[in-house]
């Protein structure tokens, strides 16, 4: 791509309407623009990110066995009366009527409907376990929508939804999500950390959410700080191999505010490793055993002949909020530096050739090596305007793309000036980059 024809808005300064980092970068360098209060339009650069933050989350969904199904944004509000969380959901919901009158509503989530679909079709234990996904939009009607697309009203989830015999195997389901939600978060290069948490209107008995740290999080955390040693390396998709990676976490104080309780606190966690701090909730699991599958009468033929309400769980992660808490965590602000894990970058590598009104021979050094690159599969960005070099890389660190040749002074011959954001440059052949991306990618 030429960044001449590249739809990317740059503004010259940070918006005043955004207080925290991430909402100031999104609209500064242009990858989103707000529609109506807390509903936003995605411009390239972060529908780009989005959709690569989205693919890893699929690939993980379905390395645990995980089906993906894709259902409607609008609903019936008949399976929500038979629920009874109609009229609990409150001002939350989006409430709809068609031309016949009848009550409809824009999905915030969407247990009742899968409860549905798999009532109609599964009958027997045989067909169990059964875990299905979807990534779609979701709408809810915040009190205070803010900071842009973190509390936003429609906003993109996965949500999938598990169903099984017994609590045991239900439990089996539970853990199979908490290992892809680990290796999820790690393929997006944050730590994030599973924490005890409330069950809210979901409801059931066993939660935990997943947060990463950042001052500007909306979820107060307190945590004994050897929780980030653990390591989940060893784990495979084993029943015991899971039970034991969850208890490796479960044995170190992590809760959310709703849980929290000073004198637990205090006995558990020696004052050193004491960590009182903010976070990011960017997924959320539940086990909440038969709390759907009752009501709406969703059970299975059991092996000696009898009937059971089969046991659910529901497993959400925020795809459009991870683009704004990736920013959080890896924008410096002071220095206006972006740099996107090369896993969900908008472009992997930008060319930023020295040109001025009479020497073009940079621009056409960098369209030849830009065809390489594109041939050796590298989403490549190049600056084609002759704005002054100094704002090329401010702009370029604003946009975050990690990698960077820079065709000016430096680069000779067929060696050209390479830098990955906020490191020193080297010279290298074109060869040279091109195996040094590839080798970076295939870690991902
Ligand atoms: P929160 O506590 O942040 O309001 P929640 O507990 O209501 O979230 P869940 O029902 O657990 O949310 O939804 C799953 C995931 O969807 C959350 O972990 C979060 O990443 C994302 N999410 C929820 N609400 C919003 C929102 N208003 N804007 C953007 N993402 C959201
Ligand atoms: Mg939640």
């Given at each position: ?27 500064r ?52 009366k ?11 919901m ?83 999500f908490?290992?892809?939600y ?82 637990e ?11 009182t ?6 997924g ?24 059971d ?33 090369l ?68 680069s ?6 390479f ?26």
């Amino acid at each position: 791509m030429y960044i001449s024809k590249a739809f990317i808005p740059i503004l010259k300064n940070n918006p005043t309407e955004a207080k925290i980092k991430s909402h100031k970068l999104m609209l500064r360098v242009g990858m989103i623009k707000q529609s109506s209060a807390g509903i936003y339009s995605w411009l390239p650069l972060g529908f780009k990110v989005m959709k690569k933050i989205e693919k890893i989350v699929r690939e993980e969904q379905n390395k645990i066995g995980a089906q993906e199904i894709l259902m409607p944004t609008i609903q019936s509000s008949e399976i929500w009366k038979e629920s009874g969380r109609y009229d609990d959901y409150g001002d939350e919901m989006l409430r709809i009527k068609d031309r016949q009158n009848r009550e409809m509503l824009y999905g915030p989530t969407n247990e009742e409907l899968i409860t549905d679909i798999f009532r109609s079709n599964i009958k027997s234990y045989k067909s169990l376990p059964q875990l299905l996904y979807h990534i779609q939009w979701k709408f809810r009607d915040e009190l205070r929508p803010r900071f842009g697309i973190m509390r936003c009203r429609e906003f993109y989830m996965k949500d999938a939804y598990s169903f099984d015999i017994n609590d045991e195997e239900a439990l089996y389901s539970y853990n199979k999500f908490f290992l892809s939600y680990l290796r999820t978060f790690k393929r997006l290069n944050l730590t994030a950390i599973p924490m005890a948490a409330d069950t809210g209107p979901i409801g059931g008995n066993l939660s935990h959410e997943f947060i990463i740290l950042a001052e500007t999080g909306e979820s107060k955390i307190f945590t004994d700080k050897r929780i980030f040693d653990v390591s989940y390396d060893n784990a495979n998709l084993e029943k015991k191999s899971l039970d034991d990676l969850r208890k490796k976490y479960e044995i170190f104080y992590a809760v959310t505010d709703e849980k929290f309780n000073k004198e637990e606190f205090e006995k558990k966690v020696s004052a050193e490793n004491r960590l009182t701090t903010k976070g990011i909730e960017v997924g959320h699991i539940f086990y909440f055993g038969d709390k759907y599958s009752k009501p709406l009468n969703a059970s299975v033929d059991l092996p000696g002949g009898k009937k059971d309400y089969v046991k659910m769980g529901s497993y959400g992660v925020g795809v459009s909020r991870l683009v704004g808490a990736i920013i959080e965590a890896k924008y410096n602000e002071n220095e206006e530096i972006m740099k996107w894990p090369l896993s969900v970058t908008p472009y992997e590598l930008a060319i930023i050739p020295m040109i001025t009104k009479n020497d073009t021979s940079n621009l056409e050094k960098a369209q030849k090596i830009y065809k390489f690159l594109e041939s050796k599969k590298i989403d490549t960005i190049v600056d084609d305007t002759d704005e002054n070099f100094s704002s090329k890389m401010k702009k370029f660190n604003l946009i975050g793309v990690p990698y960077q040749i820079i065709i000016g002074k430096k680069s000779e011959g067929d060696l050209f000036e390479f830098k990955e954001i906020g490191k020193e440059s080297q010279n290298l052949s074109i060869d040279q980059i091109s195996e040094l991306i590839n080798k970076q990618k295939e870690k991902i």
